[in-house]
């Protein structure tokens, strides 16, 4: 059975609904990950309606000859008119329970799909979100190939050839573009004071002796994400706590085994973070990532979400208010033979 | 009066809401452009609650400082439990009628903030579009930048230094990256019959005799949108068909001052196209320009959008489905002063 087949049959099996619909942006600025995973496409505007015994995908004229393109279902031109797309898209989906993913729809999508096309949706995040954790072995290639690249690009990093954090943040980004990849997202250059925001932006700020860069890779539609601190000269303060949250990391990884569900690596994290004297994390120790950086399974301290097949990104760190925040991250994933840092 | 009131006073100027509610997604790929517009902030997952007085923005404690920086309102901190952040936008809100964008809200956002809130949401989608549609001075300066820098880098281009569309592609972001933007979307560059695709995937086709560019970048947070087609030899039919286009465009600027609403613009150039003998256009012919790539005015056959303030990118093309594609590309502002070609 081909890829996508499998995906959609994950999607269906012991499923509370007969048809689900995905809806790729037609924002300028996103896609929407789930659409271009059960689908294979990625033209904007258009619809994916999945049956469990297959599906059919509705583009825009304009977009017909691009959708068809590498997509694992017929493409058929979506009616110009509301009237008519509204009555092919109730026909696709059928009468009963439609699967849809709440955070990757516009509620103006969702308002003309309920009222409009009359269509029963059902909130499937949740399910959708555990099939797309389940990583297969293509896609742990596709991944652990954005992680070399992300990690080459780290490891290689002068930071002090650049003046200011923005110049060091293009820098990666023209790396990135250098090794046929986008970035995952906006890399995050900080120092010194700066560094203590988790998502500080990249300014004019003259680099000083301590940088910290949170970066990673898209290669072939998969993220990468990782964090180094850059020291200028042995022994700072910020080096000793960084040392810290690298070994935290360490331990982490020889434990996850242990781990059966987020919540597992949450209390794990907690645990030695309070050993190794570190102040108590003010984000959550790592996430799911695969098409979208953050993704199932969650890290959470209530998360039930299995690990089973996961790729994670894993993110000790402590943050002095006012001060200087250091992190360290990295990233595993897990087969049949168990974790493997990637 | 400072921008940001202007435009929160443009924004209830004679409304039938009571307030309104901006979120930044939370998705790892997209920002809110008007939660940006209105509060200056761009951190994410933050809210923004307007009223006629004034505004709060409400940010994660993790991207409290960041979510200070430029802020035109105050920012709080978003409680952590759901049920107290519930009870903070529900009073920020007040009672009454809550304006929201649709198109920039997921749709479990806007059922969480209907349902867990109890927020009576008003979809407010065209005073917003028509709030941004009309640009301040400061905005013009910084869309005139984003279309100085994108020309400069079309019209230096030499597309024939490079093997393959996608190479093509690579140098354009990287071009854009060294001046110091983003693009505004993903370079469109189509050669042969992938120019009969207006929304062609940069692919591994070597490039041919012609080939087609939709470029733009992103500056100062204002987009640009350019198309240009280049010819390696003289008297192709593909060029016969682009220096209509570019007439085409040329006229639509001259009569440009003749137009109210976007409608008027598309009446105009379908008049224009038969005029030069040119298939129907099978898009728009073209659209607002701002902080998205699209926005308003829209520029269909029904659109009744003022055009008064607006900046606009106009793009005459022809389709020879199988054959080839041909588009120009263009920008225009509308001041006191009249239409500006930009």
């Not at 109730?90 to 969702?110: D, I, L, N, Q, T």
């Not at 990583?135 to 652990?144: L, M």
């Not at 890399?187 to 940088?211: M, Q």
Request: charge should be positive; include cysteine; glycine fraction near 10%.
């Amino acid at each position: 059975m081909d890829e996508f087949s499998c995906r959609r049959r994950a999607l269906f099996s012991g499923a509370p609904f007969s048809a689900a619909i995905f809806h790729n942006w037609d924002a300028a600025n996103g896609h929407a990950a789930s659409f271009a995973y059960f689908s294979g496409c990625g033209v904007d505007g258009a619809y994916l309606v999945l049956r469990k015994g297959g599906g059919v995908v509705f583009a825009n004229e304009m977009n017909l000859r691009q959708a068809r393109e590498g997509c694992a279902y017929p493409v058929k031109m979506l009616a110009h008119r509301r009237e008519g797309a509204v009555k092919q898209l109730r026909k696709a989906c059928g009468g009963g329970k439609v699967a849809f993913a709440p955070h990757e729809m516009s509620a103006a999508r969702f308002l003309a799909l309920r009222r409009k096309a009359g269509l029963r949706l059902f909130d499937a995040s949740e399910r959708i979100g555990n099939v797309r954790a389940r990583k297969s072995e293509s896609e742990v290639r596709k991944i652990s190939a954005a992680a070399r690249i992300a990690k080459k690009i780290l490891s290689g990093l002068r930071p002090w050839d650049f003046a200011t954090e923005a110049q060091l943040s293009a820098h990666l980004k023209a790396r990135a573009l250098a090794e046929g990849c986008e970035v995952s997202f906006e890399p995050i250059v900080a120092t010194g004071k700066n560094s203590a925001k988790p998502h500080s932006e990249p300014s004019a700020t003259r680099l000083g002796d301590f940088v910290l860069v949170d970066f990673g890779v898209k290669k072939w539609g998969y993220c990468s994400d990782f964090t180094r601190c850059y020291f200028r000269r042995r022994g700072m303060r910020e080096e000793k706590a960084y040392l810290k949250c690298k070994s935290i990391y360490n331990e982490l990884m020889d434990c996850l085994p242990e781990c059966r569900e987020g919540k597992d690596v949450a209390r794990l994290a907690e645990k030695l973070m309070k050993r190794h004297d570190m102040p108590p994390l003010i984000h959550a120790i790592g996430h799911g990532i695969g098409m979208e950086v953050h993704e199932y399974p969650h890290l959470g301290a209530k998360s039930r979400d299995p690990l089973s097949g996961a790729a994670l990104a894993i993110e000790p760190a402590a943050y002095y208010a006012g001060k200087f925040g250091v992190r360290y991250e990295g990233m595993a994933v897990r087969s049949k033979k168990g974790w493997k840092e990637i």
